[in-house]
């Protein structure tokens, strides 16, 4: 006859049966399901992930293995009488992650409940044949679940008597261990029922104990009266002794309070930064209260509120507290001094004075020096060689002060050659100019300094005048032979970039 009724792992069943037999681990059954197979037959299928028309799904109440076949296993679950409605066609095992990892079809049984007029408790029962039953964790929560009678009646068997004997076990169902506490601890010791057990003492509490003296052998004293405010005084294995305190301070070296002299290195905790206390200052209080300490900072870090002097890491420069109307807050004290740039690009704290635009966001206090000191004038008032700023909403205008003496690097008659750092002479502008057809003695006529006497015609002549006896020249004024001349009249310079602190 052809089976009709069987159970299977699913494939998630097997993969994880599998995985659990690699890896050492086991497999977790928690719930039983049971369906109607949307009214029709039930067949298993190792491919299934749900069951067809599930009625029904709640903790297994019993799991076990089939003690007449070892290779499989028992899932039981019991349906209180309030619970039905349906047929019953089919089952299903689920794991603790809530995957289908088996499948069994059943003779189709319907559940009646209560108010159909039959109430009947049922147990539903699935029988599953696996790999290895050691892939799969035997246990359930009975405090959850509805226990079969079977189950009641077996964990009864397995309870000890009032005497203490086992009634129909050998061995209990959950292990306990047996410890003792209060006047003496012991090493907790298993126990299954199985053997005696025998318990060995590990520490004894005296204070609980009557009477007797506890020898210094077995960490006491040795004495059963204690001078009240009196020392102990050990000797190794020996008698302890008493001493009062006055022979203690002798005992240990110790100064007395009042006026006491120190020998050696002594020492005393280091009281907080803030202290004013009458407590003894180490020396490091001392050094760190006399070294006049100026806490470092960064510019993310700068305090909120007036903390004394920073030393601002970044800028490598002590800045103050500063509250006028345009500006509270932490800044540098050079703000707005014009510096000569040496350096391609501006060091930190220093920004180009090129009459570039920048924000008032990141330049608050140039903003503020700028109107502190009347620097501030309106855009179409800023004009170019002037230390003035100028501001337009969120904007902020920087003065331009290239080309300007004391002489800078920048777009001027140099035609852009100046070199940074490169010196220059001191020069006057050229002036030219000239009489014509200057009248000279016969004799000649010398001239020097500036002044020279250039032919008169064309033909590079000094004329001769027939009527006067005398010669005809150009008198000419050159100021380049006795000075360094140049297209503009300067002093001597030397090219740096202006910039201004911030």
Known sequence: MTQKFFGILTEIGEIKEANAHALGTTMRISHL??????????????????????????????????????????AEQVIPEGDGGYWIRGYGLIDQDGDLVA??????????QLPEGSGRTQVVRMVLMVGSVATYQLKIDPAVVLATRQYVDFGLAAKLDATGTAVAASKLETARSISAQGAATATPVPFDGTKNVTLTLDTLDMGKAASGILPVQRGGTGKGYLEPGYFLRGAGYGEVTMRAPVDVRSDIGAAP????????????????????????????????????????????TLPATDKGPVFVVERREIWIWVETTYYVGYRSPYCGRLEFGHTASPLPGQIDANGQWVTTASYGSLQAYAKENSLMVSAENWVPGAYVFAETGTGLRLPDLRNQFLRFTGVDVDGGTRHLASAQKDALQQIFGGIEKVQIAAGGSATSGALSLSPWNEYGQYLTSAELGQRVANLVLDASAVARTASETRPSNVAFHPRIHF
Request: hydrophobic share 35%; charged share 15%; with cysteine.
């Open 33 to 74: 399901a049971v369906c109607d197979g949307n009214g029709a037959e039930f067949l298993p299928d190792r491919k299934m992930t749900e069951l067809p028309g599930e009625k029904r799904r709640a903790p297994i109440n019993s799991l076990a293995v089939d003690s007449a076949n070892p290779g499989w296993i028992i």
């Open 103 to 112: 499948v069994a079809n059943c003779p189709p049984t319907y559940k009646p």
């Open 257 to 300: 309070l009042h006026s006491p002299q120190f020998t050696g290195t002594p020492g005393t905790p280091t009281p907080p930064a803030e202290s004013n206390s009458a407590e003894i200052a180490s020396t490091a209080f001392v050094v760190r209260h006399t070294s006049k300490y100026i806490p470092w900072v960064t510019l993310a």
